[in-house]
């Protein structure tokens, strides 16, 4: 009898022997991923604690990326505007328009010393630039981007420059923030001076190179019937505006050209005066266009006369 017990005690061992077998030995499993129970959950919370804080440096690193951009646009550096970025935005504040507008014109001056010449006359309060930038900070809020504020900055110079500093507004019949309102200026689609038309208006000296800061609108000018305005040969500068296709001097001193520059950048150039060129039509002469020196207007791009 009791070897009949020890006989199914052994196979009961057995089996339970053959069963431990079967199963996956755990210790086993997690030392061939290299962890143990404790360090997985350690790693899982690291794992995630990584990962927010990762985020929240991206985040905080965009947030600085913005406020740095919004601190360029919108604030000068210093009253000078040798740090001011180079378009205003919808900034009403005078100081942001008088550096911004000083900015640019000390950088044309830098880059172009041959056009604007190497004397910065901003800094002379009583020369016609200086109250030419008086005049345009006095228009304030109704200044909305730097290309406004140049043009205005432009025209007042010019006025001031052929008036002799004498006339507040005597080429301009009137002086609202919209120029494209005055008498005098045309403006293209986008609002940027197209044509100037100062005829007749009794003005004396040189075409200043203030007018330069046009070239990437000005197709027309005319100042004929302003007869001591002038000199021996039209500013070479004018050769250099890209899209200026029509002058007309007659009636004034001027005399000639420097070179056939001007006349040599395309068959739709113009020029209504008394002396001799390529591209020179005579004053009171109709050319070939059925367009004559003597008409206000001016030819547009594409060759035809606005009136």
């Given amino acids: 009898m009791m070897r009949n017990d020890e006989a199914t ?6 089996k339970v022997d053959d069963n431990d077998h079967s ?30 804080g990762t985020s929240i440096t991206q985040l905080l690193l965009i ?4 406020t740095a951009l919004i601190l360029l646009l919108f604030i000068p550096k210093d009253s000078q505007g040798d740090n001011v970025v180079t378009q205003l935005r919808y900034s009403t504040d005078t100081d942001h328009i008088r550096a911004s507008v000083v900015k640019h014109v000390r950088r044309m001056h830098r880059d172009h010393p041959e056009i604007m010449g190497d004397t910065y006359a901003l800094e002379d309060r009583k020369s016609p630039q200086s109250k030419a930038l008086q005049k345009t900070v ?10 406004m ?84 040969a039209l500013p070479t500068f004018l050769y250099k505006m ?19 520059t001007f006349c ?10 008394d002396f001799d060129c390529d591209c020179c039509v005579a004053c009171g002469v109709i050319d070939e266009r059925g367009s004559s020196s003597i008409e206000s207007g001016y030819v547009d791009e594409d060759g035809d006369r606005t009136v």
């Avoid at 962890?35 to 995630?48: E, I, N, W």
């Avoid at 947030?63 to 913005?66: A, D, E, Q, S």
């Avoid at 040599?264 to 005066?273: C, P, V």
Wanted: charged share 20%; glycine share 10%; net charge negative.
């Fill in 138 to 147: 006095q228009f304030g809020d109704k200044i909305k981007n730097l290309s």
């Fill in 242 to 260: 890209p899209e200026l296709n029509y002058i007309n001097v007659c009636g004034t001193s001027y005399g000639g050209l420097y070179s056939s």
């Fill in 23 to 52: 199963l996956p030995d755990i210790d086993a499993l997690k030392a061939s991923v290299g962890v143990t129970g404790s360090s997985a959950v350690k790693a899982h919370r690291c794992s995630h604690k990584c990962l927010v």
């Fill in 63 to 66: 947030l600085g990326l913005i």
């Fill in 9 to 14: 005690f052994q196979t009961e061992e057995k």
């Fill in 149 to 232: 504020a140049i043009t205005h900055y432009t025209l007042w110079s010019i006025n001031y420059e052929l008036s002799s500093g004498t006339s507040t507004s005597g080429m301009w019949s009137n002086d609202d923030a919209d120029i494209c309102l005055w008498v005098g200026v045309r403006c293209n689609n986008e609002g940027k001076v197209a044509v100037l038309d100062i005829e007749d208006k009794g003005m004396e000296g040189e075409l200043p190179a203030e007018l330069w800061l046009l070239k990437d609108s000005l197709t027309g000018i005319s100042i004929k019937d302003n007869a001591n305005m002038g000199r021996p």
């Fill in 264 to 273: 040599e950048r395309g068959t739709n150039k113009r020029i209504y005066a």
